[in-house]
């Protein structure tokens, strides 16, 4: 089939270069904000481009991002499917169809399955120091351990949750004075740097060794 021999990463290269330049979809829940980190930065002269946007939710900003900047967009929603095995191989194949060689997980709160994770190689960003606080809360469950420094992780996704091969972490110092919203707002901040330094360091030839594989 057509995407897998474009998803099979190339001999030299980790991701597999289509038209000189690494094919990435994102996926988003929310607002888009690491979503825009890149967009900004493809319009920079980035080494990738974002082919596609998917999401589980209709009419969030992030869709309206992709619209305004001419990328195609894809809603998934799970109310639409009898099981999660059912949604994920959904999500696989909408994904499929943009040729992805590498799928950003970008704000998507959804646990992701195993045709998705058979089919393509998927990073995410994590609002803490992996693997303290992994799960849904991990700004408010830093604050909770009276921590002095938090920040955040891109890592490989695998069948865990927040369990995957560690990429990059940022470190975010916590404030006598902070809030969950307050440093939740700052680790935005170094996470937006972060996947965009991540995905360059891909898209050029990196990291291929730190690759879960089956």
């Not at 303290?132 to 909770?144: C, N, Q, T, Y």
């Not at 920040?151 to 004075?177: E, F, K, L, S, Y």
């Not at 360059?200 to 730190?210: Q, V």
Request: glycine content about 10%; proline content about 5%.
């Amino acid at each position: 089939m057509l995407w897998r021999a474009l998803t099979t990463p190339r001999r030299g290269h980790p991701l597999g270069i289509y038209r000189g330049r690494v094919r990435v979809v994102v996926l988003l829940s929310g607002s888009g904000t690491l979503f825009q980190a890149l967009l900004d930065d493809v319009a920079g002269g980035a080494p990738y481009a974002v082919v596609g946007v998917g999401s589980d939710r209709a009419r969030v900003e992030g869709l309206a991002r992709a619209e305004r900047a001419g990328i195609p967009t894809v809603v998934v929603d799970p109310r639409e499917y009898a099981d999660r095995s059912a949604w994920d191989a959904a999500l696989a194949a909408a994904v499929a169809g943009y040729a992805p060689d590498l799928v950003v997980s970008a704000g998507f709160m959804r646990i992701l399955g195993a045709r998705m994770l058979a089919q393509h190689r998927i990073i995410n960003t994590h609002p803490a120091l992996l693997p303290s606080f992994p799960g849904a809360h991990g700004v408010r469950d830093a604050l909770a351990h009276g921590v002095k420094v938090t920040g955040t992780t891109c890592h490989w996704v695998d069948a865990g949750v927040d369990t995957g091969p560690i990429i990059d972490q940022r470190a975010v110092r916590v404030a006598d004075d902070d809030s969950e919203d307050s440093l939740h707002e700052r680790i935005k901040v170094a996470e937006r740097e972060m996947l965009v330094d991540v995905v360059r360091r891909l898209s050029r030839g990196g990291l291929d060794e730190k690759f879960p594989r089956a």
